[in-house]
Every structure is written in C-alpha cells, then in structure tokens.
C-alpha cells in the first residue's frame, strides 16, 4: 500500500496482514515513511545527530515505536517484513555536520558508501522483524520525513551508480546479514536490454537478491510495451503489477487488467513475450509484487475498493498457482466473494473485459498515437492529437467507440443481482463514472479537433456535450455517497489555448 505522498493514509483493509495471508501473500512491503531508516537515531555513528530531548529526537522515536507496532503484528500474522527505502536518504544534521550537502548523493563517494553501510547495519539491529529492503532509486520522496534530505546522482548510469549501489546492498544485506535484497529496476534499468545486461554481468548473483521488473515498460500504461528485460539476466526477478492505476481512473471505475497482465494485452500480441503466463517458465522469474493500493498522486478518492480487490485477487492467487488459468480465477472471485451464479457472473465477465477494451481506446489509442500523459491522477489535460490527418481522425473516432462500450458496460451492470446491495450499487455506480468521464474525454478531443477548424455548429453541440457529461457525474457523485471523488474541471477552463478558444465560444 503506497499511500500518498503528504496525505493522510489510505483507509484500506490490505493494511491488515491478517488480510494480506488470508489471500495468500507470503509478505508485507511498508511504504516509503514507513521504512526502518526513519527510526534508526545514528547514536552509534554521532550522538549529536538527534541529541537527547530534541524535536528530531522525539519524531525518530515517535516513529520507531510506531514501526515496531507495524512490524510485529505483521510478524506475528506470519508474513515477511519488507520495507520500501529510496537511496540515498540520510538525517540533514548528518549531512550538515560532515559538509556532504555535494556528495552524499554519489555513490562513488568513499564517505556516502560507508554511511550507507552503517545505516543497513542501524536498520537491521533495530528492528530485527525485517527479512528485507525495498529499494527504489528512481525518484526520492521527503514529505514524510520533515529531518531527513535525499537525492541521488546519476540514476542512470549503471557503471557509477546502480552497479556500486547494488554491489554494497548485496554485501551489506544479503551476505552479512543473509537478509534479502529486493532491487527495483524502475527509471533506472528497466528498459534497454543493454542496459539491463550490464548491471546483471556486474553484480555477482545472491539466493537473497531480487530484481523488480514491472510487467510492462516505463510506468503503468496500456499501450507500452511489455518488458524486454523481463527473463533476461543472471539474477533473479519479481514481477511488479498495479492493482490501483493512476493513469486510468484508480478504481473509480471498471478496469480490469488481472486478464491482461496474466495472459497478454491486446497491446502485446505480436510481442516476442507477451504476457506474465509465458514468462513463468523461465527459472529467474519467481513471483509477483503487487501494488495492493496506491500510486500517483491526489484523487480519485475510493469509498469502495472492488475494482481493486477484482485486480488483486486475480494476481495473488494465479501467483500462488499460474497452472490455473486466469477464467477460472476470476470464476472463484465471482463465487466467493461476490456470490454471483452463472448468469451474473457471466455478465460481470463481460463488463470487465469490455472495461479493458474501453480504457486503452479511450485513454490512448489502439495505435498508441498519443502521448497518455494528458490525463493521469484526478486532473484532465488538453488531449495531444497528432498532426497527421488519417491517425487525428482514427484517435478521435476511437473515443466515440469508447462511448459505445461504456453504455454497453453500464446496460450489463445494470441488472446484475448481488446478495451484497452495496457492491451491487457500487458497480452500477463505477460503470456510470466511466460513461460519464469517457464522454468528457469523447467531447475534449473532439473539441481539440474542431479548435482548427470554423464548424461552429459542431463546437457548440460538443460544448454542449462536454457540460452535459460533467452535470451527469457531479449528479451521480452528489446522489451517490459511494462515489468515487472526480476529477477536475481544468482542461478547458483554466489552461491557455483550447480553454480560452472555448471560453470566448461559450459566450457567443
């Protein structure tokens, strides 16, 4: 569960580990502020680092206790402990009193390496409940950490970074402590196979140490291409898959990718691997990460957590046992929790692969001619349409199919009969948040379209149908309190070009 960065926790039941065994996970990663670096006080190193009765002394015990509760009771519920640490992170004091404010971002640096070494031994002796680090040096996050800096050079660079970094983690946990290493490859190699080559020919394979490699390449996107460093190597790899997607609404309405991941995005057909089923034969491949919630920033914010749970409950038990087919899973998912018979699960199937289909068509394209970062989170940009004529259209007339497949997906969830009445209105409720939002997006491109254009008449019915849709999902959040929260009206409002041609149309 990564919760967001400077908010208040997400109100999750995967933060029980009672729940987490339960679906059978064999461990708990603790998010970024929630790591054993923020409770180790370096009263070994330098005392006057959080001197006795400080403000930074009290935070770092504060938070130390607050990881020993967290910690045991994961234990105690018989899961792994693991926690999520950026590189390189270290106490400002620290930093201030040695003058590293230059240096200790660079692992080449003699004194960073030996401050790194003693903070893996400080983070082990103090909470001995750990089996092993998460680490990410792909980007660093401090809102959680009001006495801590970070930052790390070179982030790319496999010779001066990544392989030094891995070698001295390697020894430091895997070796001395027999602990595991479990390294994240995201934004640092993860996607060129030379790349990835490298750091593997440079760091000598450990039992204890683990590559992270997400299924497809950059960050969760439908349409980028599936992992070309995924098998490759000497070392090996866990599989890292999101359950809550930023870029595609975070569960506030259907988005089914158990399917996808296990057994090939449409994206992916004519890849030489083209899903997570054909990697499993390969040896180095040993199992699933799964981001249960979180990632991104902000809104949507989830009163229910269905589509989640659908996303996470596939993954875990295919991971379990992947001679199963990803049919039957969701099959059980359908009886066992949702209690569904044959005809509503037959129905609910339906709705969740078409929400697959939706999702890639309205949110990129089936030829990936747009750039998806125009929406992500809770906030819509003006959409990227791409100059040439014949691909601008297909874009454009993608969005309107995508339309077509939401009311489609809202006439399946309609009568769909839970013993659960709530889970039932959520569905009905999720399936009506993605009409309604895809129809802002069908109207936003169409618009972008028009703006080059002197169809008055057609800007002014897509207007139109841009405020009808944004009045039918403020109404249907207003009528119904389990409701994801919405997204922000900016696009066409507050941004410069398209939002001012827009503006000045309206007034007419």
Not at 64 to 75: G, N, P, R, V
Request: charged letters at 25%.
């Amino acid at each position: 569960v990564h919760n967001n960065p400077g908010e208040a926790p997400f109100n999750t039941r995967y933060n029980d580990p009672a729940v987490l065994k339960q679906l059978g996970y064999t461990g708990k990663v603790y998010e970024l502020f929630e790591a054993a670096q923020f409770g180790v006080d370096w009263s070994t190193i330098d005392p006057g680092i959080f001197p006795a009765s400080s403000p930074e002394k009290k935070w770092v015990d504060q938070k130390a206790a607050e990881l020993d509760h967290l910690y045991t009771a994961t234990k105690e519920a018989g899961l792994e402990v693991y926690c999520h640490t950026d590189m390189v992170i270290l106490p400002k004091r620290l930093v201030e009193r040695r003058q590293l404010e230059n240096r200790f971002g660079t692992i080449s640096d003699a004194e960073t390496q030996m401050l790194l070494r003693a903070l893996v031994q400080q983070m082990f002796a103090r909470f001995p409940q750990l089996d092993g680090l998460v680490v990410r040096i792909g980007e660093t996050y401090l809102q959680g950490a009001p006495h801590h800096i970070g930052k790390i050079e070179k982030k790319n660079d496999s010779q001066a970074t990544i392989i030094p970094l891995m070698n001295l983690l390697r020894e430091e946990v895997c070796v001395k402590l027999g602990k595991r290493l479990i390294f994240r490859s995201w934004l640092s190699f993860d996607t060129k196979t030379d790349t990835y080559t490298a750091v593997s020919d440079g760091v000598e394979p450990h039992p204890n140490l683990f590559v992270v490699v997400k299924h497809c390449e950059g960050d969760f996107l439908r349409g980028n291409p599936f992992s070309k460093v995924l098998g490759l190597g000497r070392h090996q790899q866990i599989v890292e898959v999101q359950c809550q997607r930023e870029y595609e609404g975070k569960g506030a309405y259907p988005n089914y990718v158990g399917h996808g991941v296990i057994e090939g995005f449409e994206e992916h057909r004519a890849s030489p691997i083209k899903s997570v089923r054909e990697l499993w034969a390969n040896p180095l491949v040993r199992g699933v990460f799964t981001w249960s919630r979180g990632g991104g920033w902000k809104g949507p914010y989830l009163s229910n957590e269905l589509w989640c749970d659908l996303n996470l409950f596939v993954m875990s038990r295919w991971a379990r046992n992947p001679n199963r087919s990803e049919e039957e899973i969701f099959a059980g998912f359908c009886r066992d929790v949702l209690r569904l018979d044959l005809e509503n699960t037959a129905r609910f199937r339906r709705l969740c692969l078409l929400s697959a289909d939706a999702v890639y068509r309205g949110k990129r394209s089936t030829k990936n001619d747009i750039s998806p970062f125009w929406s992500r989170d809770e906030f819509i940009g003006v959409p990227p349409l791409p100059k040439d004529p014949e691909a601008r259209a297909t874009v454009v007339r993608e969005k309107d199919e995508t339309v077509a497949l939401w009311t489609e997906s809202v006439a399946l969830a309609d009568p769909i009969q839970l013993h659960d009445t709530a889970t039932a209105d959520y569905i009905r409720v999720s399936a009506r948040y993605g009409l309604y939002l895809y129809q802002i997006y069908q109207a936003g491109f169409h618009l972008t379209d028009l703006a080059e254009k002197n169809d008055l008449a057609e800007l002014r019915r897509w207007i139109d149908a841009y405020d009808a849709a944004w009045s039918a999902l403020r109404k249907l959040k207003a009528d119904n309190p389990t409701c994801a929260t919405l997204y922000r009206d900016v696009a066409f409002r507050e941004r410069p070009g398209i939002g001012q041609f827009v503006d000045k149309l309206r007034s007419r």
